[in-house]
T-cell receptor
């Protein structure tokens, strides 16, 4: 167990629907990162939060949004889902915004049908 | 922004042989280079990292070397074992705001016994 908790582990939903993925960072970590992993795209950075504030944004679609709550857990909201959104979504955490490695969760596998 | 290229995409070695995975990065200001191992159904796990003020780092059978002038770094695994079979990702810290890691596309390592 890495200490980063992601729920749910699997999610199957229909096109056009909206889902919420949840992440609890490792105890003491203030930064949360979201990555998308698909077969042909590798690990793609979506967004980073630090202590409740957005810090960096990657190739995140406008249909996607995220937030980090006062208890530091984070949620990634995916709406108007398309078949191409099917992927593994990983959350990672680190102590801060300095030079740190990440601790990854085990991911949420999203299947859009 | 930072770009990381990783080679080879697949690597097969005989048990006991060495394996080398190479990565190049584009931003000469990058200062942190971690390596992650991802086993089937799990999230990436940090196995070793190196900072830009160090040329080499070892941890038992794993070593990483960094050539800042050439902007490339490599993972070396000696005396490979079947349990080393996994996908390996290199990453470089982006010097954009935050602590974003940019990942290579991954290398599938197969250790044949």
């Amino acid at each position: 167990d890495s200490g980063v908790t992601q729920t749910p582990k699997h999610l199957i939903t229909a096109t056009g629907q909206r889902v919420t993925l949840r992440c609890s960072p490792r105890s003491g970590d203030l930064s949360v990162y979201w990555y998308q992993q698909s077969l042909d795209q590798g690990l793609q950075f979506l967004i980073q939060y630090y202590n409740g504030e957005e810090r960096a944004k990657g190739n995140i679609l406008e249909r996607f949004s995220a937030q980090q709550f006062p208890d530091l857990h984070s949620e990634l909201n995916l709406s108007s889902l398309e078949l191409g959104d099917s992927a593994l979504y990983f959350c990672a955490s680190s102590p801060g915004t300095g030079v740190y490695g990440y601790t990854f969760g085990s991911g949420t596998r999203l299947t859009v049908v | 922004g930072e770009n990381v290229e990783q080679h080879p995409s697949t690597l097969s070695v005989q048990e006991g042989d060495s394996a080398v995975i190479k990565c190049t990065y584009s931003d000469s200001a990058s200062n942190y280079f971690p390596w992650y191992k991802q086993e089937l159904g799990k999230g990436p796990q940090l196995i070793i990292d190196i900072r830009s003020n160090v040329g080499e780092k070892k941890d038992q059978r794993i070593a990483v070397t960094l050539n800042k002038t050439a902007k490339h770094f490599s993972l070396h695994i000696t005396e490979t074992q079947p349990e080393d079979s996994a996908v390996y990702f290199c990453a470089a810290r982006s010097m954009e705001y935050g602590n974003k890691l940019v990942f290579g596309a991954g290398t599938i390592l197969r250790v044949k016994s």
